[in-house]
């Protein structure tokens, strides 16, 4: 996960005009294609094209749904509240598909998102508390290949290939303990958009690198 910062108030005047048209409605009556859309397309740039849980990338058009971070049966008085809505994948059994109404203890709205959850670059994650445990169960992150190969080949794969186009070959990690500075550039070009967009698990090679800089 990236943190996702919500601008305070902040949401889509087409969701601001339908709420004042559709007083004391919830999300599921609201039918508007476009109004849906306009949700999905703010939080996209809010999550510079990544699945706000698993980080794979988003074009926008079906392979993404607006996600409810608290679930809508647990709060319904927060089904139209734009800063608990962001942009998660379709990817089947995982991500939003996964999380469905279960709580969800640590998520992307929270700064420890990116501490709790530990990367490697076998494409596994584990968590550092059980909050964190917690969360990669519910949104099936791919804690072991049992649960979820597909996606630790994908993070593995598309990790690799950052790595490579940074030079960085995953054995030299004693040589670049000691080179932090050059680490912490590494860090932030990975994580400066380009053209409003992160490539792909950007911020889970940003977490490996982190853990090398400890």
Known sequence: MRKITKRAGYEPQPLTDWKQANPNKRYPQLKDGAVRQSIR??????????????CQALSGGGDCHNEHVEAQ??????????????????TSKQCGDSHKSQPLPLTPLMAQCETDLVFKLSGRVSGKTPDAIEAIRVLNLGDTERNNKSLIEKRKQLSLAL???HVIAP?????WTEEPELLTDVINDLLTPENGKLKPFAPVVANVLRQWMA
């Open 171 to 175: 054995e030299d990690e004693e040589d």
């Open 163 to 165: 790595l490579t186009e």
């Open 41 to 54: 397309s703010e939080a996209l740039k809010e999550q510079h094209y990544l699945c706000g849980y698993c």
């Open 73 to 90: 049966d647990l709060n319904q008085n927060k089904t139209l509240d734009f800063s608990n809505i962001i942009a998660s994948c379709n």
